[in-house]
């Protein structure tokens, strides 16, 4: 063989045998990740995931998970506290309101968050475990309503709407008597950690004040800066909610996530935007489509086609404007759906904030009962909220008489 042409396969083998070796060394690239990939910013501590199962109880589930986190926050240690204690009470008192009205209040499951103040400041609570676990009178797993609605909801319209000129003064034991063997009865007295309580003495031992708890709501049909009366069957209480410009209920609700609070959110939950996978997001079909998808994938098929093609990834997201919120407050595209617990915030992929929101629906979904809902969702589709007055920043609070 020819010197030279065996020094050259020979240099090629060499050069072959490196760029083999350098391929072996190269780390393959990763496929991208699809849909949302979220990177927590701030958390502050909650407590476990509940499930409300088949029952209207969202509202005492957030409104607890709320109490819980203050106590966590506020350094009095972790509670586990009883949702249908709060709903036993409260139905009570439903009912009463319902007859007294003649039926002009409705009777139902849902309920407010003022609810849970209101049982707190006159009832106290109970720790779960001083009342039957939820669906366990009558042998379920979890909390089924449907019967006990179904029996309640006739009695209470019996008596509210009944011919009658007097009521008799037992009509409500009887109804109580319901409530106790669905939900069990509420203790006069139990013993926690080593101590006897009462329920008042059990939220006195926590030693926090009720009266730093505060609903705030934006709306444009009343002044700014009063408490306004959100105008939905369950507020039956007609409990207030201080009414803030737009950008500053914004404002407060990032200033309290970014200090370590936590808020109890009162949202529609009925919107496309609205997934059971754990986002919640509100798209711009228009903005999206102009960026190369297909348009009758956005506006032909059915609702589940057409929420997935919406919610598979971070999208552009409409501009939320106080007009835009309250024409759909007005029209009942906004219904006082759910109330659930935001305690984080996150970025997805690009970069885009999203509140983090602990559910009552068990673990369920990608993030086992935690959503991330996109700012531009809460600013057009949040009721309420109920949070701790010192999130509030100071210059808010002050236009509102909290400072």
């Not at 909801?153 to 000129?165: D, F, L, M, P, S």
């Not at 997935?308 to 990834?313: F, W």
């Amino acid at each position: 063989m020819n010197k030279s042409l065996f020094l050259t396969l020979a240099a090629a083998v060499v050069m072959s045998s490196n760029v083999f070796a350098a391929d072996k060394k190269k780390p393959k690239e990763q496929p991208k990740e699809e849909g949302f990939v979220f990177t927590t910013v701030k958390e502050a501590p909650i407590t476990s995931v509940k499930n409300q199962a088949s029952s209207g109880t969202c509202w005492a589930y957030s409104a607890l998970g709320f109490i819980e986190a203050e106590l966590i926050r506020q350094g009095k240690g972790e509670y586990d506290l009883c949702e249908m204690f709060l709903a036993h009470k409260t139905y009570q008192d439903r009912a009463m309101a319902a007859v007294r009205t003649h039926g002009d209040v409705s009777y139902s499951q849902g309920g407010s968050f003022y609810d849970a103040v209101f049982c707190l400041k006159n009832y106290g609570m109970c720790p779960q475990e001083a009342m039957p676990a939820p669906g366990s009178p009558y042998g379920a797993k979890n909390n089924e309503f449907s019967e006990l609605f179904n029996i309640t909801t006739g009695y209470v319209e019996g008596i509210a709407k009944g011919k009658q000129r007097k009521l008799s003064p037992i009509w409500n034991k009887g109804f109580i008597s319901i409530l106790d063997s669905y939900l069990g009865e509420t203790p006069e007295k139990f013993s926690y950690k080593g101590k006897e309580y009462t329920p008042k003495s059990f939220v006195d031992s926590w030693g926090i004040n009720l009266n730093d708890f505060v609903s705030l709501t934006s709306f444009t049909h009343r002044p700014f800066y009063e408490p306004l009366i959100i105008e939905v069957q369950d507020n039956w209480r007609w409990a207030g909610s201080y009414n803030l410009p737009l950008d500053e209920f914004m404002a407060v609700m990032e200033n309290a996530v970014n200090n370590g609070y936590t808020f109890a959110w009162g949202a529609d939950v009925s919107e496309q935007g609205f997934t059971r996978d754990g986002v919640a997001v509100c798209p711009d079909v228009a903005k999206a489509q102009e960026i190369g998808s297909d348009q009758a994938r956005w506006v032909g098929g059915n609702v589940q086609d057409r929420r997935a093609a919406l919610t598979s990834k971070p999208m552009p997201e409409i501009t939320v404007t106080p007009e835009l919120r309250q024409a759909a407050y007005d029209n009942w595209e906004t219904t006082d759906d759910h109330g659930m617990l935001i305690y984080g915030i996150a970025k997805d992929q690009d970069g885009k904030e999203y509140f983090m929101v602990k559910n009552s629906w068990g673990e369920t979904g990608k993030y086992k009962g935690s959503w991330y809902a996109a700012k531009a969702f809460v600013a057009y589709k949040t009721l309420n909220i109920l949070g701790h007055k010192d999130a509030i920043p100071a210059h808010i609070a002050k236009k509102i008489g909290l400072k």
